[in-house]
């Protein structure tokens, strides 16, 4: 292990790679802690420092910023206009023809799919920053019970400053996009995904030091116990996947024989990967947001926010883990049977002649495909919506933060982009040396 890690730093080009992302990742954390105009930074950083909390309204978006949206900098909305957009583009193949068609095209249609999803990012920027710097000049940001600082996160409330800040959070998130797009072009690995890892790693340590000074260090150890051993288990499902095997009949092409090899389809346990948590949080989110929108001074608050404010905007109450635990799993089916498409699979393999053993080629093999799809998702989803469920529940027995670091979407992430990087570390290794990373 120690010298295939020799290895990456004496091969030139592949310790010029890793250098060159780790100083993206550096710039992209540096411009997390850098305010936007006319943001109050000590109030702001008086507010963190109290634990004033969020309510659970916005530590889906905190989270993948890396803790940057309550800073208010120019990094605060981070990652999560890009991943929006890029899941709404995904989800409109199916309502629009011409996105389908332009993915079947190849490279070009899909640079054409990227560019509508940069647009759309900006657009979602736009909007999202406006929401952002509407909330905290309400001062509700920090809720409703926060400290008298925490309503004064703006030096300066005219139409004039908050369009200077509204332009620079969404050029913040601009150019994001672009470093994610140099680290996929120029570094390794997945350049979006990778930001999104850094965000979510950054908070590791903070949350951690946190229940050993708010509790114990004995129950710290628990906790990283308990951790490695989840960490463990989403490494066993993530790699776990139904191969169904396919074969391919011979063809003779003058004197020449083509085909006539076997390989196989690979249908993960977890094909949705962590979309269907993001979902569910953003579906459950609606309500909390609307509720608070809703609110009035005095307390005299409507019935129906009342009771959203009791049972949907914590994530402590049964009611709000079982409609959790629900969306998920319908989530997971819905986004499975949109990019895995049994009759696309079956045809393509119809036409260069490929077949399942034991099964007719054409509908009986979407047929088949379709059967140990739905069966195969089960489990994956069952997965999805207990590991989602661990923060709920550290947050309900001991009162730990929702971004409790092992669980949720920030363990699913971790792990994920985990595995991809160290496979096309892997990969790099091999082409070089003819041996990868791991054994």
């Known amino acids: ?20 992302t780790l100083g993206i990742v550096a710039l992209f954390r540096l411009g997390s802690f850098i305010p936007a105009p006319f943001v109050d ?5 008086a507010c963190l420092a109290g634990n004033a909390g969020t309510s659970g309204l916005y530590d889906l978006v905190n989270l993948f910023s890396g803790g940057a949206l309550l800073q208010l900098s120019i990094f605060a909305l981070g990652i999560m206009p890009y991943i929006t957009a890029s899941i709404i583009t995904q989800l409109l193949r199916v309502v629009i023809p011409h996105f389908d068609t332009l993915y079947k095209e190849g490279q070009s249609g899909q640079a054409k799919l990227t560019q509508y999803t940069r647009y759309l990012t900006i657009a979602l920027g736009v909007l999202q920053s406006t929401t952002l710097i509407t909330v905290a000049r309400s001062g509700a940001l920090f809720g409703s019970s926060s400290a008298a600082e925490c309503s004064q996160l703006l030096t300066n409330s005219e139409w004039y400053a908050i369009l200077l800040m509204v332009v620079t959070m969404t050029a913040g998130t601009g150019l994001i996009m672009w470093l994610g797009e140099l680290i996929t072009e120029r570094g390794i690995g997945n350049g979006m995904s990778l930001l999104i890892f850094t965000s979510i790693a950054a908070t590791f340590p903070q949350s951690m030091w946190r229940i050993a000074t708010e509790y114990s260090f004995e129950l710290f150890l628990v906790v990283l116990a308990i951790g490695i051993l989840i960490m463990a288990a989403v490494v066993f499902v993530e790699q776990s996947q139904r191969r169904i095997p396919v074969q391919y009949a011979k063809r003779m092409v003058g004197r020449r024989t083509f085909g006539g090899n076997n390989t196989y389809i690979p249908i993960k346990v977890n094909m949705a990967g962590v ?3 993001i979902f569910a949080s953003s579906l ?3 309500p909390a947001l609307v509720a608070q929108f809703n609110q009035t001074t005095d307390g005299n608050n409507p019935e129906w926010v009342n009771w959203i404010s009791t049972y949907l905007t914590r994530g402590d109450h049964p009611l709000y883990m079982a409609l959790y635990f629900l969306l998920i799993v319908g989530f997971t089916y819905f986004y499975v049977a949109i990019t895995f498409n049994p009759e696309e699979v079956a045809d393509n393999m119809k036409k260069y002649g490929g077949f399942i053993p034991g099964i007719r080629a054409g509908r009986p093999t979407a047929e088949y495909l379709d ?13 999805l919506g207990i590991v989602a469920l661990i923060p709920l529940i550290a947050l309900a027995t001991v009162g730990a933060n929702q971004n409790f670091p092992f669980g949720g979407a920030s363990i699913l992430i971790i792990v994920g982009v985990g595995l991809e990087t160290v496979k ?9 040396h003819y041996e990868g990373l791991l054994r």
Do not use: C, E, H
Request: hydrophobic letters at 45%; charged letters at 20%; a positive charge.
């Open 1 to 20: 292990m120690f010298r295939a890690v020799g290895r990456i730093f004496r091969t030139p080009d592949l310790r010029r790679k890793i250098g060159f």
């Open 41 to 45: 930074f000590g109030n702001v950083q």
């Open 275 to 277: 979309v269907p948590v």
């Open 284 to 286: 459950l989110y609606l």
């Open 371 to 383: 059967y140990v799809l739905t069966r195969v998702t089960l489990p994956g989803a069952l997965y």
């Open 424 to 432: 096309q570390i892997d990969s790099q290794l091999q082409q070089r």
